[in-house]
């Protein structure tokens, strides 16, 4: 900013609103770096009132790309399909949102980048998610599906549902902000409208570590179990014991879904209290904590899904048989298929998956 200005870089210190120029300050969207500072006498003039940082901005811009080659390489070569879907789709647009941040430098009193990163970065982490979320049957399955409080398909139902109103309210939000003038008093109704899929979303978290804590409660209850073993006996689906022996898929998978529904949850509280507070509050106006908050949450969490990522460390057969809408037989078969399962582990009863 300022290096490209005729004079070099504008003095801002003796300006007020006595002696600015009227017609600027009437209509901000005619200012350029060169004619208007992002602030006088505590009025805000540009969509923010700091540049946003190239360096920042285009190093998380970097993280989040290669995250997206890579999770499209190996949702491709694993045929991680839903996971491939809710990755791609959260990264495209983080992708999409930073790019807008950077442009935003010299382009502080248009709005329209300053919507389309609004825009993109609120609405980005209800597809990383709903990948999260998707896995979580999955895990039941791996473990132990007979002892959950629902059957497998119902947890995927119940999040999917949470994170679709999530994402329509967001989506909604945006549309409403995208197409009013940014001093149009309907802007902030599709921002409300965005806080409000926002805090859905944290519910959704909430609800989401509640019931998979619980879970983890029940299966840690029936391992420890005096009448079983150590590995808690056939309670445990045997289909997958070679699976869960991996240390990179226990602790590290799951540890890497808990950090990552963590980082997510982080972000979504803080989104949630940035907006409520309107694009005016020193909230929404502070740069490092949005840096940390927003953007360094979000990395950590794509970068976990990413080299934790399901085809990896479960395996395309595997993950796939992990799907409750294979069957019993299924797991079965993809299990056998794997070299994974002994000729006892074939007496389990798998009646309860084919309900």
């Known amino acids: 900013m300022g290096s490209s200005c005729p004079t070099g870089t504008p003095d801002w210190s003796g300006v007020t609103l006595e002696n600015f120029n009227r017609t600027l300050l009437i209509n901000p969207r005619l200012c350029t770096p060169c004619t208007c500072p992002l602030e006088i006498d505590g009025l805000k003039i540009g969509v923010m009132t700091y540049y946003p940082s190239i360096g920042g901005n285009a190093f998380l811009t970097v993280v989040f790309a290669l995250c997206l080659l890579t999770q499209i390489f190996?949702?491709?070569?694993?045929?991680?399909?839903?996971?491939?879907?809710?990755?791609?789709?959260?990264?495209?647009?983080?992708?999409l949102g930073y790019i807008a941040r950077i442009l935003m430098h010299n382009n502080m009193f248009s709005d329209s980048y300053f919507i389309m990163y609004l825009v993109c970065l609120t609405i980005a982490p209800?597809?990383?998610?709903?990948?999260?979320y998707l896995s979580l049957s999955?895990?039941?399955?791996?473990?132990?599906?007979?002892?959950?409080?629902?059957?497998?398909?119902?947890?995927?139902?119940?999040?999917?549902?949470?994170?679709?109103?999530?994402?329509?309210?967001?989506?909604?939000?945006?549309?409403?902000?995208?197409?009013?003038p940014f001093d149009s008093p309907s802007l902030q109704s599709g921002i409300n409208t965005m806080v409000a899929g926002v805090a859905w979303q944290v519910v959704a978290l909430v609800l989401f570590g509640l019931?998979?804590?619980?879970?983890?409660?029940?299966?840690?209850?029936?391992?420890?179990a005096p009448s079983r073993g150590a590995d808690g006996g056939a309670v445990l689906n045997?289909?997958?014991?070679?699976?869960?022996?991996?240390?990179?898929?226990?602790?590290?998978?799951?540890?890497?879904?808990?950090?990552?529904?963590?980082?997510?949850?982080?972000?979504?509280?803080?989104?949630?209290?940035?907006?409520?507070?309107?694009?005016?509050?020193?909230?929404?106006?502070?740069?490092?904590?949005?840096?940390?908050?927003?953007?360094?949450?979000?990395?950590?969490?794509?970068?976990?899904?990413?080299?934790?990522?399901?085809?990896?460390?479960?395996?395309?057969?595997?993950?796939?048989?992990?799907?409750?809408?294979?069957?019993g037989h299924a797991l079965v078969n993809d299990a056998e298929k794997a070299g994974t399962e002994s000729g006892s582990d074939r007496e389990w009863r798998l009646d309860e998956l084919r309900a």
């Open 74 to 95: 190996l949702g491709i070569r694993h045929k991680t399909w839903g996971f491939l879907i809710s990755m791609t789709g959260g990264l495209f647009l983080e992708v």
């Open 126 to 132: 209800a597809f990383l998610a709903a990948g999260i």
């Open 138 to 180: 999955r895990l039941i399955v791996i473990y132990a599906p007979d002892h959950a409080r629902f059957r497998p398909q119902v947890y995927t139902y119940i999040f999917i549902v949470f994170d679709l109103i999530a994402l329509i309210l967001q989506a909604a939000g945006g549309a409403v902000a995208s197409s009013v």
């Open 211 to 224: 019931l998979s804590f619980e879970f983890w409660m029940r299966v840690r209850k029936i391992v420890r």
């Open 238 to 327: 045997p289909a997958f014991a070679a699976l869960r022996a991996k240390r990179a898929f226990q602790p590290g998978f799951i540890c890497a879904l808990l950090g990552a529904g963590v980082f997510i949850f982080v972000r979504s509280v803080f989104r949630c209290a940035e907006l409520s507070k309107g694009f005016d509050s020193p909230l929404a106006n502070d740069e490092v904590t949005f840096m940390v908050l927003e953007g360094t949450m979000i990395a950590l969490a794509c970068i976990l899904l990413t080299v934790f990522h399901p085809g990896l460390v479960v395996g395309s057969e595997m993950w796939s048989a992990a799907s409750w809408k294979k069957g």
